[in-house]
């Protein structure tokens, strides 16, 4: 389902200098139809009480999401950006790690729909998002 070009170390390589690294986000996982990632909880993904900040598992999950459909086509003749995404927050983290794992709904000509669950080390759902990508042609 993944493009040929689709590996844990180019995968990688697209987060460099940006909020991806910044928060110690790395993808750890590439299957068939899945990609998974981990982020550390700690004073980057905080928020002020001392638990994981929502706001950085909607980044984690934006992140896999978004990955997983751009892995999904080729890159010189079309790219994915978000259009909406959604989080229910179950759970707290206070330290750690959570992990997110990426799974298609929907994967289209010009739309892509991706569900992440996100789960802390006790593999206990912390977070689950819904993210719908656009597909778009390069000009």
């Not at 990688?12 to 981990?38: A, R, S």
Request: with cysteine; aromatic share 6%; glycine share 8%.
């Amino acid at each position: 389902m993944f493009h040929p070009k689709a590996s844990l170390e180019f995968i990688n390589q697209l987060g460099k200098n940006t909020l991806v690294e910044h928060l110690g986000i790395e993808i750890t996982e590439l299957g068939n139809d899945f990609l998974i990632g981990k982020m550390p909880v700690d004073h980057r993904t905080h928020q002020p009480l001392g638990m994981l900040h929502g706001g950085a598992s909607v980044v984690l999950a934006e992140t896999l999401g978004s990955i997983a459909a751009t892995m999904t086509v080729d890159p010189d003749e079309q790219f994915c950006v978000g259009l909406d995404i959604n989080a229910n927050h179950i759970k707290s983290v206070r330290n750690g790690f959570v992990y997110g794992k990426t799974t298609p709904i929907h994967v289209g000509k010009k739309t892509q729909v991706w569900e992440i669950r996100i789960t802390n080390e006790e593999d206990q759902l912390v977070c689950i998002s819904r993210i719908t990508m656009a597909v778009l042609d390069r000009k």
